[in-house]
T-cell receptor
Framework: NAGVTQTPKFQVLKTGQSMTLQCAQD?????MYWYRQDPGMGLRLIYY???????DKGEVPNGYNVSRLNKREFSLRLESAAPSQTSVYFC???????????FGPGTRLTVL | AQSVTQLDSHVSVSEGTPVLLRCNYS??????LFWYVQHPNKGLQLLLK??????LVKGINGFEAEFKKSETSFHLTKPSAHMSDAAEYFC???????????FGTGTRLKVLA
């Protein structure tokens, strides 16, 4: 089992460009999450999907959109990237909302 | 509201000596608590979790943590540090009702030879 996979691993964007971060899990989990990690701030929740067909905002949703494509896949889209979105992005999944989360390897995004 | 405080941003220990990483939480109910480890340029790996069963929780790689409700603490310990333990460690508490994770700001552990 690959667990949680994320693509791409690295990305550099110019201000105003758009891109989609991809996440997939092969553990048959119901819940999926997107976080960003900034120095000295731990991880902060951007959006989550408690189950297929539902998405909800987390702590820092502004500037992002998500799509729960199916049970396996949960993508994060930046419509118009800003330098403040330079960060490391982690996707995670859990069997249900009450269970422990498993994390992907991360995507390091730089916005110039 | 729930919150979690990791009391040390950096900890240095010598190889073979004990490790103590401190975490305090605030919660108005019985929370679930977790410790995760992040090695450089890697994702987060679950070390251990507390979910209202035994107060002393054993995790992977010789780590353990004790839930102390009276002190609102969940400190992570290991009897003998190994070089491979050098990493960043995150304490996490779940938010009441939603089960969403609230992360501490992390403790970077350095292990000296």
């Amino acid at each position: 089992n690959a667990g949680v996979t994320q693509t791409p691993k690295f990305q550099v964007l110019k201000t105003g460009q758009s891109m989609t971060l991809q996440c997939a899990q092969d553990m048959n989990h119901n819940s999926m999450y997107w976080y960003r990690q900034d120095p000295g701030m731990g991880l902060r929740l951007i959006y989550y999907s408690a189950s297929e067909g539902t998405t909800d905002k987390g702590e820092v949703p502004n500037g992002y959109n998500v799509s729960r494509l199916n049970k396996r896949e949960f993508s994060l889209r930046l419509e118009s990237a800003a330098p403040s979105q330079t960060s490391v992005y982690f996707c995670a999944s859990s069997r249900t909302e009450r269970d422990e989360q498993f994390f992907g390897p991360g995507t390091r995004l730089t916005v110039l | 509201a729930q919150s979690v405080t990791q009391l040390d941003s950096h900890v240095s220990v010598s190889e073979g000596t004990p490790v103590l990483l401190r975490c305090n939480y605030s919660s108005s109910y019985s929370p679930s608590l977790f410790w995760y480890v992040q090695h450089p340029n890697k994702g987060l790996q679950l070390l251990l979790k507390y979910t209202s069963a035994a107060t002393l929780v054993k995790g992977i790689n010789g780590f353990e943590a004790e839930f102390k409700k009276s002190e609102t603490s969940f400190h992570l310990t290991k009897p003998s540090a190994h070089m491979s333990d050098a990493a960043e460690y995150f304490c996490v508490v779940t938010e009441a009702g939603t089960y969403k994770y609230i992360f501490g700001t992390g403790t970077r552990l350095k292990v000296l030879a």
